[in-house]
């Protein structure tokens, strides 16, 4: 039986072992996993280790609030959206693993998947040319003041061994100060 989680960090492990072992679509995950983690930093402590007391909806609504229109209403219905899905997927999941399907994968009719994927493609659309250079598969490494690193395209099942040939390619750029000192002469 599974461990009944319903906190914001289980939510985000199953999000990604679900795009990892293929009981979801990958690309559906990730998209949730997105959502989540947008939204889910602006959740009480109360809400963060209880997702059950969670009000998606109200949620939204305060966001809007704190970030003063910062995220435009066709992201924030996206992830609104998304993040239900994601919430009814894991909560169903706690309760029977072993028969568990993705909402994600129901299928619709033709006509009404068309129409939802240009309506979302292009709310996607909007939100990429307004948020140009601030994708969420980059992660600003800030290093020190006027200077960040980006980092983009992290698989979401990054394993140790991957990460430390991440880490010994930064390393080969490392100067020693005393180089650092000959160059600034």
């Known amino acids: 039986m599974v461990d009944q989680n ?9 999000l990604k072992e679900a795009a990892v072992t293929g009981i979801m679509n990958p690309g559906v995950a990730r998209s949730r996993k997105t959502a989540a983690e947008k939204l889910l930093d602006h959740v009480s402590a109360e809400e963060r280790i209880n997702l059950r007391m969670l009000d998606v909806d109200e949620l939204c609504s305060r966001i809007h609030k704190l970030e003063e229109s910062s995220i435009r209403e066709e992201a924030m219905n996206l992830y609104n959206s998304r993040l239900k899905s994601a919430l009814e997927d894991y909560f169903d ?8 399907t993705s909402s994600g994968s129901h299928m619709a009719p033709v006509k009404q998947v068309q129409k939802r994927d240009r309506a979302e493609q292009k709310a996607l659309e909007s939100i ?5 250079g601030t994708q969420d598969d980059i992660i600003p490494i800030p290093l020190r003041e006027n ?13 140790a061994a991957e990460a430390n040939k991440i880490v010994n390619v930064v390393k080969a750029y490392v100067q020693s ?3 650092q000192g000959t160059a600034d002469e």
């Open 6 to 14: 319903y906190s914001k960090s289980g939510l985000l492990n199953f």
């Open 147 to 159: 200077l960040i690193v980006y980092l983009q395209g992290l698989p979401l099942n990054l394993s």
């Open 177 to 179: 100060d005393q180089d």
């Open 128 to 132: 990429a040319l307004h948020h140009a």
């Open 93 to 100: 999941w706690l309760q029977n693993p072993e028969s568990f």
